[in-house]
């Protein structure tokens, strides 16, 4: 028998279906243990946050970075355009900014709340209600833009190139899988999943990248490695996909990445994931009641440190294997076929990798891995999209009705969510490869959250109806921008007409560069807003404040020991960018 095979044999099957009914066990244990610990006397504690140790923060916020759309979009734009998007996933720098600056901040906001805050909690304290609520709103549309549409899409090319099922029969199964799963397995069965997917995807990931230069180099995997970067240096007319700055306008990738201003506009949606979203935050803020402010300090900037040292892995987990499937492409023999002009092909270029170099037994065991990533990925969107919904907007419109009208509701909300994001497919199919349209519409909404996060923690002047205008306005702004891209082709559309004429300044503006001046202008219109709005109150200041005391606790929370581990981050870091410089 040919272990050897590019095709899914019976073995793989087999254990695909043991995986499954294993999981489904696992994840049954999990919840009837979680419900027994919720019925004992340690349920306030447990509900409030448990302080896990910094190691499992450091993994859990690996695994909640690892979505759906680095098996796909990584890989993908790593086969069509190289290292040119490595800047978005060699962030474990910034990572260490929510350790070492963030993290006191939200603690200090902690005690003065008296419990674990979330970042709606935080604008509707600092700035107003509406600011809050309308980050309720605005994280829904990220929702169908970013997370269902994206994630669906990532299901239906996955399937498509690895078991051949039509793209839409992936996409829409995927669908029905995870609301069943959700339905019954709630976040503690996200959490599970996560758990298991997180050493399937490490191992599988690199059993790829490796397998895959010794194709490529007939045996060597350091052979391998100088084939993949000739290949890859002769690609795009010469110009070469193998370093990080593009700073000649005649190469193909300029008009997408120009110059060093990439580096900036990827570190503006850094800054707004890594240190302001609830999805990473919520994971090292965890905490028992009583627990001192300098164990919590400690425990989460070291939590923070270990998931900088885990943000160096994607890049050679997705990033780089999608440039080996360039390479394989270019390799007769090699059962890899590509057209890098085609996004829906580079898009499925791991899906390509896994079918075309993983042995038999193995593809079944990593394939289970992708499917636990995929589920995970989309129920905690669709637990999140419920939450928001019902908490924010329906409850205080429609109080005092049974938990289970609200938990109705927040699964209608969901529906629709999904409905719209499986409309929006389509549009987003036409707008480019799926990690360069994840990352563009990121940059439509990360400045303004920038802009409001980061004026109201550090400066006391910043008025409530200075961050309500900042956050809504920036929002509207990108909206706009969003909706040119799709009229006019991001920009690349010919268009006639003294609108468009007068316009181009805004819809041809290249997108890092629109970014940096939007959140430029948004920090001035706050700043000027001030001026002519009422102060925050004394408790808003207050909240934002540190005493004396509260400084020696943050000094007294780390030693020599973390500094030096931080500077390892950014050692390795700095490290990767000489390489592709």
Same mark, same amino acid.
């Given at each position: ?15 695909? #279906? @043991? ?72 962030? =474990? ?136 970067? %000739? ?13 990080? +700055? ?37 994971? @090292? !803020?965890? *905490? *028992? ?17 270990? #998931? ?26 090699? &059962? ?6 085609? #996004? ?19 593809? =079944? ?8 990533? /995929? ?12 939450? !928001? ?31 719209? &994001? ?15 349209? !994840?990352?563009?519409? *990121? ?22 109806? %200075? &961050?309500?205008?900042? !956050?809504?306005? =920036? ?21 006639? =007409? ?33 001026? +002519? ?41 700095? /490290? +990767?960018?000489?390489? +592709?410089?």
């Amino acid at each position: 028998m040919n272990w050897n095979t590019n095709e899914f044999i019976w073995l793989d099957w087999v254990i695909l #279906a @043991v995986g499954v009914v294993a999981i489904v066990w696992a994840i049954y244990r999990a919840i009837k243990k979680d419900k027994e610990k919720m019925k004992g006397a340690d349920s306030q504690d447990y509900l409030f946050g448990k302080g896990e140790p910094w190691y499992i923060i450091g993994a859990a916020i690996f695994a909640a970075n690892i979505g759906s759309e680095h098996l796909v979009g990584l890989a993908g734009t790593g086969a069509k355009d190289g290292v040119g998007m490595a800047h978005w996933e060699m962030q =474990g720098w910034m990572i260490l900014i929510l350790g070492w600056l963030f993290v006191p901040f939200y603690q200090l906001l902690n005690n003065k709340m008296g419990k674990i805050i979330t970042m709606p909690d935080f604008l509707k304290f600092r700035y107003t209600q509406r600011t809050g609520s309308w980050l309720s709103i605005i994280t829904l549309i990220a929702y169908v833009l970013t997370k269902v549409s994206v994630t669906a899409f990532t299901g239906g090319i996955f399937f498509e190139y690895l078991l051949g099922l039509p793209f839409w029969y992936g996409a829409i199964g995927l669908i029905a899988v995870t609301a069943v799963f959700t339905v019954f397995g709630g976040m503690k069965g996200v959490m599970t999943l996560s758990a298991i997917q997180t050493p399937i995807l490490i191992i599988g990931s690199f059993l790829v990248l490796f397998l895959g230069l010794s194709m490529l180099g007939d045996g060597s995997i350091s052979e391998g490695w100088s084939q993949m970067m %000739a290949v890859c240096n002769a690609a795009h007319d010469g110009f070469g996909t193998t370093h990080m +700055f593009h700073t000649d306008p005649a190469d193909p990738m300029y008009s997408q990445f120009p110059g060093y201003v990439v580096f900036l506009g990827a570190s503006i949606i850094g800054f707004w994931y890594w240190c302001t979203d609830q999805h990473i935050v919520q994971r @090292v !803020l965890g *905490q *028992q009641k009583g627990e001192s402010d300098d164990v919590v300090m400690k425990r989460a900037r070291r939590g923070s440190i270990a #998931a900088g040292y885990f943000k160096l892995l994607p890049v050679f987990m997705f990033l780089i294997p999608g440039m080996v499937a360039y390479a394989l492409a270019q390799k007769t023999g090699s &059962g890899i076929v590509m057209d890098i002009t085609n #996004a829906h092909d580079t898009d499925g270029a791991f899906a390509m990798m896994v079918k075309n170099i993983l042995p038999a037994g193995i593809k =079944g065991i990593v394939t289970i891995g992708f499917i636990c990533a /995929l589920v995970a990925s989309l129920a905690a969107f669709f637990n999140s999209c419920a939450t !928001l919904f019902t908490e924010d907007f329906y409850k205080p419109m429609k109080k005092g009705m049974s938990e289970s009208h609200y938990v109705l509701v927040g699964r209608i909300a969901t529906i629709v969510v999904v409905l719209l &994001g499986l409309a929006w497919m389509p549009i987003m199919m036409n707008m480019g490869n799926l990690y360069s349209y !994840l990352q563009d519409i *990121q940059s439509l909404i990360a400045p303004a959250m920038v802009a409001v996060f980061t004026l109201g923690i550090f400066s006391k002047r910043i008025t409530p109806k %200075a &961050g309500e205008w900042g !956050l809504i306005g =920036g929002f509207l702004i990108g909206m706009v921008r969003l909706l040119t891209n799709v009229i006019t082709d991001s920009g690349k559309a010919v268009m006639d =007409g003294a609108f468009w004429e007068c316009t181009t300044w805004f819809w041809q503006t290249n997108w890092l560069i629109f970014e940096v001046w939007l959140l430029v202008f948004l920090i001035v219109l706050m700043v000027v807003v001030s001026c +002519f709005t009422p102060k925050p109150s004394a408790q808003q200041i207050e909240a934002i404040t540190f005493t004396g005391s509260y400084k020696q606790l943050i000094r007294e929370s780390w030693n020599k020991w973390d500094v030096i581990a931080s500077l390892g981050v950014v050692l390795l870091c700095a /490290l +990767f960018y000489a390489y +592709f410089w």
